[in-house]
């Protein structure tokens, strides 16, 4: 296809991304009224003035946010329409997909209140905010894997194959683990071509399950759980890292000597940190650097081929990135956390 006009107007888009010098004024920002004036000035002017209508505070920024990067990729996506690359880019999006429903299924097993769970969506893929809305008020995990299979939704297959383990080990990471095998499974089988936009988004995609598998180990290593019987929730596909050596960071004894298995791979970053950060066996820095480290390689797709789909998948990184920016900043500016702190947690492009 010919790339020279959706690109230059995706080129467009990442010209009004903001940049290091808007997010510093944003952290500088007493509370999160004074954040909400601010962001009024940005492009985000119009999604913030809708969401004042109807919410106050950090809900009102989570609302236009999320309003925000869904109006923007259904604009890219009618930028494609009709086109191949519609279907790749769609394979990224339904991630909010596979998100949203862990994030409903978290909500549901914890008894988080309905309206805190909603607010965590991002209706950026195929399910949208009422079909989310009715997921959230099922009283059980058992009800939204039904519904789900009642709406026909393709993600109750893996769901509902796997129920019976998780309803005999009350563990969330069999049904998580289910999803993520189910969407990188049928995305890889998607780009199963030769030509140059299929073998960007697989590698992409590989790069990905190398980053899902890392943090499910680590997860396991955590909390207890080794063995063969570990590896089945580990999915196949990844780009540098087999199968057989995931397993054997599962029967590595601590996170340390796990993440030290991992020197002479691009992994090799997560062992070298602090000391401090192998004693509590946190994994959330880990999968923090991770999820840096994911970021960085979509960003690269700028520089890739000009007159193909690597523009539009850099750009999903970059819109996704300065979301995610933003919404540490307002939830920061709720809990008094310090600017310097703040601007640790980003991650700048």
């Given at each position: 296809m010919n790339y020279d006009y959706p690109n230059a107007r995706i080129r467009g888009m990442r010209s009004r991304l903001l940049d290091h010098r808007t997010l510093d004024e944003l952290i500088r920002k007493p509370d999160i009224n004074s954040l909400i004036v601010e962001l009024e000035k940005t492009p985000y002017r119009d999604d913030i003035a809708d969401a004042g209508i109807r919410y106050s505070g950090i809900y009102?920024?989570?609302?236009?946010?999320?309003?925000?990067?869904?109006?923007?990729?259904?604009?890219?996506?009618?930028?494609?329409?009709?086109?191949?690359?519609?279907?790749?880019?769609?394979?990224?999006?339904?991630?909010?997909?596979?998100?949203?429903?862990?994030?409903?299924l978290r909500g549901k097993s914890f008894h988080i209140p309905q309206d805190e769970v909603f607010e965590c969506l991002v209706p950026a893929g195929d399910l949208d905010e009422v079909t989310m809305g009715e997921m959230i008020r099922q009283p059980d995990v058992r009800s939204i894997v039904d519904l789900l299979a009642t709406w026909r939704v393709p993600y109750a297959k893996p769901l509902t194959r796997r129920f019976p383990e998780y309803a005999g080990e009350r563990n969330l990471i069999v049904l998580e683990s289910a999803l993520d095998q189910y969407y990188y499974r049928n995305g890889l089988d998607a780009v199963r071509g030769d030509d140059y936009d299929q073998a960007l988004v697989r590698d992409m995609l590989s790069t990905e399950i190398?980053?899902?598998?890392?943090?499910?180990?680590?997860?396991?290593?955590?909390?207890?759980?080794?063995?063969?019987?570990?590896?089945?929730?580990?999915?196949?596909?990844?780009n540098r890292l087999r199968r057989?050596?995931?397993?054997?960071?599962?029967?590595?004894?601590?996170?340390?000597?796990?993440?030290?298995?991992?020197?002479?791979?691009?992994?090799?970053?997560?062992?070298?940190?602090?000391?401090?950060?192998?004693?509590?066996?946190?994994?959330?820095?880990?999968?923090?650097?991770?999820?840096?480290?994911?970021?960085?390689?979509?960003?690269?797709?700028?520089?890739?081929?000009?007159?193909?789909?690597?523009?539009?998948?850099?750009?999903?990184?970059?819109?996704?990135?300065?979301?995610?920016?933003?919404?540490?900043?307002?939830?920061?500016?709720?809990?008094?956390?310090?600017?310097?702190?703040?601007?640790e947690a980003l991650y700048y492009v």
């Open positions: 009102s920024v989570e609302y236009a946010l999320r309003r925000n990067y869904t109006r923007t990729f259904k604009k890219i996506m009618g930028i494609f329409e009709g086109q191949p690359a519609e279907a790749y880019l769609r394979i990224f999006l339904h991630r909010w997909d596979i998100q949203n429903v862990k994030t409903i190398d980053v899902v598998n890392v943090k499910t180990v680590l997860r396991l290593i955590r909390d207890k759980i080794g063995g063969q019987d570990a590896g089945r929730f580990l999915i196949d596909g990844g057989s050596f995931l397993t054997a960071m599962l029967d590595a004894k601590s996170l340390e000597a796990a993440l030290n298995m991992l020197k002479g791979t691009r992994y090799g970053f997560l062992a070298d940190v602090p000391p401090e950060l192998f004693k509590g066996e946190k994994v959330s820095e880990f999968e923090k650097r991770l999820d840096r480290f994911l970021i960085a390689r979509g960003l690269r797709a700028f520089s890739r081929d000009p007159l193909s789909i690597a523009v539009a998948i850099g750009y999903y990184w970059a819109k996704y990135n300065e979301i995610t920016n933003l919404r540490v900043i307002a939830r920061c500016k709720t809990a008094d956390v310090p600017d310097e702190t703040i601007r």
